[in-house]
T-cell receptor, first 113, second 114 residues
Framework: DQQVKQNSPSLSVQEGRISILNCDYT??????FLWYKKYPAEGPTFLIS?????DKNEDGRFTVFLNKSAKHLSLHIVPSQPGDSAVYFCAADQQGGSEKLVFGKGTKLTVNP | ETGVTQTPRHLVMGMTNKKSLKCEQHLGHNAMYWYKQSAKKPLELMFVYSLEERVENNSVPSRFSPECPNSSHLFLHLHTLQPEDSALYLC?????????????FGAGTRLSVL
């Protein structure tokens, strides 16, 4: 039973446009959410996170939005660049900061020049 | 030197072989993790070590045996694996004790079991 779901396996956008990656979760005990980016032949790298006490966190071109009532979060990339082409993983952490991160399957983003 | 280093990067082994994966972190973290990533599946947590003690064993078969001799090194000993164990094995570390768990990953070992 997947607790973190990324229902779109892939997304293709034009350079300069907005990329929106979505993530849904089922466990109401999750209170901290992270996005990781993974290039081929590399490990996932931390991108941005958000605590459940916030509904938005912004870092440069990357913004994460959290809708707790819908158990949904999204990552917005504006403007998208070809170097953003990668697999993006959503992850969630439970209250109390356990060692266990629960990951989604990932969404492959392709940004076309 | 990158933060988390995994060796080897690629490994091909037969079902009767014994091999080990190595992970080393240079970040001063005190928690380390092994994950398995199979095709079209989420990252699956296998083991967690915190301050060199195993705090999580996520129902992993005994043919996978972790070892954490110190806070900078983590091994995964493999023996009598099955073809379905072929996957990308990722190591991660984090500064346990902080409220929020940001993990830093190595590049992984791509394992093929023949």
């Amino acid at each position: 039973d997947q607790q973190v779901k990324q229902n779109s396996p892939s997304l293709s956008v034009q350079e300069g446009r907005i990329s929106i990656l979505n993530c849904d979760y089922t466990n109401s005990m999750f209170d901290y959410f992270l996005w990781y980016k993974k290039y081929p032949a590399e490990g996932p790298t931390f991108l941005i996170s958000i605590s459940s006490i916030k509904d938005k966190n912004e870092d440069g071109r990357f913004t994460v939005f959290l809708n707790k009532s819908a158990k949904h979060l999204s990552l917005h990339i504006v403007p998208s660049q070809p170097g953003d082409s990668a697999v993006y993983f959503c992850a969630a952490d439970q209250q109390g900061g356990s060692e266990k991160l629960v990951f989604g399957k990932g969404t492959k983003l392709t940004v076309n020049p | 030197e990158t933060g988390v280093t995994q060796t080897p990067r690629h490994l091909v082994m037969g079902m009767t072989n014994k091999k080990s994966l190595k992970c080393e972190q240079h970040l001063g973290h005190n928690a380390m993790y092994w994950y398995k990533q199979s095709a079209k599946k989420p990252l699956e947590l296998m083991f967690v070590y915190s301050l060199e003690e195993r705090v999580e064993n996520n129902s992993v078969p005994s043919r996978f045996s972790p070892e954490c001799p110190n806070s900078s090194h983590l091994f995964l000993h493999l023996h009598t694996l099955q073809p379905e164990d072929s996957a990308l094995y990722l190591c991660a570390s984090s500064p346990r004790g902080l409220a929020k768990n940001i993990q830093y990953f190595g590049a992984g070992t791509r394992l093929s079991v023949l």
